[in-house]
C-alpha cells in the first residue's frame, strides 16, 4: 500500500462528520507542499559545469569523443575500397566500345552464298571455353575478345583461305549473351544472375535490374570479384547513403562479367527502457541519437533524459563500453547528437523525480475525486 494513501486512511475512516472535507483539505495542501519538496530533493542533473546550472557535454574518462560521439555520418567504404572502386572507374570507356565476344556467347552466323546453293544459311553456335568456335569447312576458329565484325572478318578469311567460296558474305550477331553475368543477391527486390549486354556495367546499373534495394536493406554493399592468382575474391565495400543518397558517383565501381553483388540486411540498434516502443530497429541510413528515438515512438512519461547510456562493443572487440548520454543536453544543443553504429544498445532509464511525481498525482487525482464526492 502507498504511504500516502496509508496517511489518508485514518482521515478517510471520518468522512462520516461534517468537518472530514475540511480535514481532507488540509491534508491536500501538506501533500502538495510535501511532493513539492520531495521533487525538489529527488530529482537528478547530468553532469554540469563549474558555476552553471544547465547541463553540459563532458566525454566519459578514458573514452576518445571521436570515438564514442561522431557528429560525422559513418562511412561504411574504406579506404582501400575507395581506391579499388578508383581503380575501376578506368574501365568506364569500355561500355563506349563494341561487344567483346567471350565465353558461352550464342553466335548467329549468316552465309549468304550458301543461301544461293538452297543450303542453310544461318548456323548458330556456342562459343567454347577456350573462347573458339567450330564451323563446317571453315574449321576451329578462336573468337574470344573480338567484336562482331572481327569474328565477321575471321570466318570470311577462313573460307577463302580454304576455297570454299570465292566471294564469301558473313553477316554475324550474338543471339544470347552469356559471356558476361553478374550475380546480384541480398537484400534486393529481384535476386539472380544477370548477363549485361556491354563489355561492362555499373553498380547502380545492376541494382536498377535487380530491382532496386528492398525495404529490409542495410547500407553497405559489397562487391566480390575473383582475382587472377587469388583464392579469395576480392572484395570492394561501397556505402549506399554515398552513392545513392549523396550523389557520390565516384564511388559507382564499374562491374565486370562474373562479379557478385551481395547486399546484406540492414544491421540492427536497440532502444529499450522507457520509450514507447522499445525493441532493435534496422540501420537502413546513418542514424542519430534523437532518431533512433524517433524510431522507438519518443521517451514515455517518466524518462530520465539526462541519465540515458549507450552500450557499444566496438569491432573485433569482446569488451563492452558504456558512455553516458544526455538526451536533454542534446536537444539543447550543447551536446553533440551522434550517429549510432551497428548493434549499438541505447537505455532509457525512469527517472525518480518523475515517477514519484506521477505516483503524488495519481493520490492526489483520488483525493480530489473522493473529497468531491464528500462534498456534493
Not at 30 to 51: E, K, Q
Not at 70 to 92: G, H, M, W, Y
Not at 134 to 159: C, F, R, Y
Not at 181 to 191: D, F, H, L, M
Request: hydrophobic fraction near 40%.
Amino acid at each position: 500500500m502507498s504511504p500516502f494513501i496509508s496517511l489518508l486512511r485514518p482521515v478517510i475512516m471520518t468522512n462520516d462528520r461534517p468537518e472530514s472535507g475540511f480535514r481532507l483539505r488540509f491534508i491536500l495542501q501538506a501533500i502538495m507542499a510535501a511532493s513539492a519538496l520531495a521533487f525538489c530533493g529527488c530529482a537528478t542533473y547530468g553532469p554540469t559545469s563549474a558555476g552553471s546550472q544547465s547541463a553540459v557535454y563532458i566525454p566519459p574518462a578514458g573514452l576518445s569523443h571521436s570515438v564514442a560521439f561522431s557528429d560525422e555520418a559513418v562511412s561504411f567504404s574504406d579506404e582501400v575500397s575507395r581506391d579499388l572502386v578508383r581503380q575501376t572507374r578506368k574501365l568506364i570507356d569500355l561500355r563506349d566500345t563494341d561487344y567483346l565476344v567471350g565465353a558461352d556467347d550464342v553466335l548467329e552466323i549468316s552465309i549468304f552464298e550458301w543461301e544461293l546453293s538452297e543450303q542453310t544459311k544461318t548456323l548458330e553456335f556456342r562459343v567454347a571455353e577456350s573462347g573458339v568456335i567450330s564451323l563446317p569447312v571453315a574449321g576451329v576458329l578462336d573468337v574470344a575478345g573480338q567484336t562482331v565484325q572481327d569474328v565477321q572478318k575471321t570466318i570470311e578469311k577462313a573460307l577463302l583461305d580454304r576455297g570454299v567460296l570465292q566471294n564469301p558474305r558473313v553477316g554475324v550477331s550474338v543471339k544470347e549473351f552469356r559471356s558476361r553475368r553478374i550475380a546480384v543477391i541480398g537484400a534486393v527486390n529481384s535476386p539472380g544472375v544477370y548477363a549485361i549486354h556491354e563489355n561492362v556495367s555499373t553498380l547502380m546499373d545492376m541494382l536498377t535490374m535487380a530491382g532496386g534495394p528492398n525495404q529490409g536493406a542495410g547500407q553497405r554493399v559489397y562487391v566480390l570479384r575473383k582475382a587472377k592468382g587469388e583464392s579469395e575474391p576480392l572484395r570492394i565495400v561501397v556505402d549506399l547513403e554515398d552513392l545513392l543518397d549523396r550523389g557520390s558517383f565516384d564511388m559507382n565501381p564499374v562491374l565486370q562479367g562474373g562479379d557478385i553483388v551481395y547486399l546484406p540486411q540492414a544491421p540492427l540498434i536497440y532502444v529499450y527502457g522507457n520509450v514507447r516502443a522499445p525493441g532493435g530497429f534496422g540501420l537502413h541510413r546513418s542514424t542519430r541519437v534523437i532518431e533512433a528515438l524517433a524510431l522507438a515512438g519518443g521517451l514515455s512519461t517518466n524518462a530520465d533524459k539526462r541519465n540515458c547510456a549507450l552500450v557499444r562493443r566496438e569491432h573485433g572487440s569482446s569488451s563492452e563500453q558504456v558512455v553516458p548520454v544526455d538526451v536533454k543536453a542534446i536537444e539543447r544543443g550543447e551536446a553533440p547528437n551522434f550517429y549510432l553504429r551497428e548493434g549499438d544498445v541505447l537505455h532509457v532509464p525512469e527517472s525518480s523525480s518523475k515517477a514519484l511525481v506521477s505516483e503524488l498525482w495519481g493520490v492526489l487525482r483520488g483525493i480530489f475525486t473522493f473529497t468531491y464526492r464528500l462534498d456534493s
